[in-house]
T-cell receptor, first 110, second 112 residues
């Protein structure tokens, strides 16, 4: 069965460290997305990609970057982790209609 | 500026009764709308969708209504069951499959 996976599921890091969250999908979808979920804000879009070598900034992109070197993966990098980036991060991919979400990564920046 | 709004952070309903979750949007270019259900420690799962050419879509106990002139959609769950207790997000897009804008979510509790 096709799926979308994220790793790690939980991560604790220190302020100023670089962190990369992995996202891998086997749906063969061109469109992939990264969101963060915070209380009172719902799901906010960080970055998205409509295909290999394509990346776009979302609503809350400052401090984050992505790269898309193949169809299956869209890693999210926090260049210099800040306490404000403590959150739950969800990756998603979409076919012609709805988005399919991964299980999430809970990131704590201390 | 929040383009999709869910003004009720929480809702409690008795088992067997109807649950109505509401969602408002501001962008008239939105043409495709979805509802997602999310349990704790899991990713959101797709529930039901509607495009702007329709005003109603049903799937079992779940019905979504769209009022384009009012820029309002609602999700009806009948009858509500304890397993429906979750956070529900509405989302909107100008083009299906592309960038979606999500509301802040409504936490539904169905009381046995």
């Amino acid at each position: 069965d096709a799926e979308i996976t994220q790793s790690p599921r939980h991560k604790i890091t220190e302020t100023g460290r670089q962190v990369t969250l992995a996202c891998h999908q086997t749906w063969n979808h061109n469109n992939m997305f990264w969101y963060r979920q915070d209380l009172g804000h719902g799901l906010r879009l960080i970055h998205y990609s409509y295909g290999v070598q394509d990346t776009n900034k979302g609503e809350v992109s400052d401090g984050y970057s992505v790269s898309r070197s193949n169809t299956e993966d869209l890693p999210l990098t926090l260049e210099s982790a800040a306490s404000s980036q403590t959150s739950v991060y969800f990756c998603a991919s979409s076919g012609p209609y709805e988005q399919y979400f991964g299980p999430g990564t809970r990131l704590t920046v201390t | 500026d929040q383009q999709v709004k869910q003004n009720s952070p929480s809702l409690s309903v008795q088992e067997g009764r109807i649950s109505i979750l509401n969602c408002d949007y501001t962008n008239s270019m939105f043409d495709y709308f979805l509802w997602y259900k999310k349990y704790p420690a899991e990713g959101p799962t797709f529930l039901i969708s509607i495009s702007s050419i329709k005003d109603k879509n049903e799937d079992g106990r779940f019905t979504v209504f769209l009022n384009k002139s009012a820029k309002h959609l609602s999700l009806h769950i009948v009858p509500s069951q304890p397993g429906d207790s979750a956070v529900y997000f509405c989302a909107a897009s100008a083009l299906p499959g592309n960038q979606f804008y999500f509301g802040t979510g409504t936490s539904l509790t169905v009381i046995p």
